[in-house]
């Protein structure tokens, strides 16, 4: 870490599922020597399979480099134990992430940034977790990584302004456009996006217009990129849900209920882009091939 506005280290992920991916995708094509983490083998595979498959679009060569800097690992202690930074990637599930950095206080250097891509969760209370370290902070990514600029960054009442520069340098070396953000409930995204998909969905249930209606409203009413019901379904059902849990139990606001519709599609297994079905269905290739109104 060199303090200039420039992040050099090596960096361990822990989790391969879809942020971690698009994460570790974003460390290595920054020339940072990457590990990922996670207790699935086939996670890692898929992990590895993934970032190939993403940089192998730009060139052989670039390929190359890039999967030369990555390393996969089942063993989250060693892992981390030369890391100069950690960014956790597992579930929007609160005892899981716990667990995570009360073993970090254990397992990595004094040294090392503690960050936590928590879209949900008290930054503040991982940081309790983990000893109270002044070297844990948020940097809330977004799916997909490896194209989205922006990355919240959230402090937590006992990171250290050190904590704090360091992560921007560490977003300015992965090409992102940072903001800081006081750890209050679902930051400025979650507390903003989560509403809107809400309300989308509640708009379902009632038969107020499909799914595909509701999202074209979006985009050509208000410019989104993508609506709000097309992104639940890429960022996964579940991991809406399990947002949603937590922001409602943090911030005690019946805004943040979540749907009946959502804990159906939820239950029965559609949980978005990923299982092939969710508010829309999709092709083998990950294309819409028509919105699902009801789950």
């Known amino acids: 870490m060199s303090g200039d506005g420039v992040f050099t280290g090596a960096v361990t992920v822990i989790g391969g599922g879809t942020m971690g991916q698009g994460i570790a995708t974003a460390t290595l094509t920054a020339g940072l020597p990457t590990t990922v983490v996670d207790v699935d083998t086939a996670a890692l595979e898929r992990t590895r399979a993934t970032i190939a498959r993403r940089v192998e679009r730009v060139s052989a060569s670039e390929a190359a480099r890039v999967l030369a800097g990555l390393t996969l690992s089942a063993e989250l202690e060693s892992a981390v134990s030369e890391a100069d930074a950690v960014i956790e990637a597992v579930p929007e599930i609160v005892d899981l992430k716990l667990d995570i950095f009360r073993r970090l206080a254990q397992a990595a250097s004094a040294t090392a940034l503690l960050v936590s891509n928590t879209s949900t969760i008290s930054i503040s209370r991982l940081a309790a977790a983990c000893g109270g370290s002044v070297r844990v902070i948020g940097m809330h990514f977004f799916n997909p990584v490896h194209k ?25 070396t992965l090409g992102k456009d940072p903001i800081v953000v006081r750890d209050v409930p679902g930051f400025v995204t979650s507390r903003l996006g989560l509403l809107l998909g809400t309300e989308a969905m509640h708009m379902v249930e009632e038969g107020v217009a499909p799914a595909g209606d509701i999202d074209k409203a979006m985009r050509l009413g ?66 819409i091939i028509a919105p699902e109104r009801r789950p």
């Open 148 to 172: 989205m600029r922006l990355v919240e960054i959230v402090t937590a009442k006992t990171s250290s302004e050190s904590t704090l520069r360091d992560a921007l340098d560490l977003a300015s």
């Open 222 to 287: 208000y410019g989104h990129p993508m609506g709000p019901l097309e992104l639940a379904d890429l960022v996964g059902l579940d991991v809406r849900l399990n947002n949603l849990r937590s922001m409602c139990q943090r911030s005690d606001l019946p805004q943040y209920q979540a749907p009946k519709i959502l804990e159906q599609l939820v239950e029965s297994g559609k949980l978005g882009k990923k299982t092939g079905s969710g508010f829309y269905q999709y092709d083998a290739d990950g294309r």
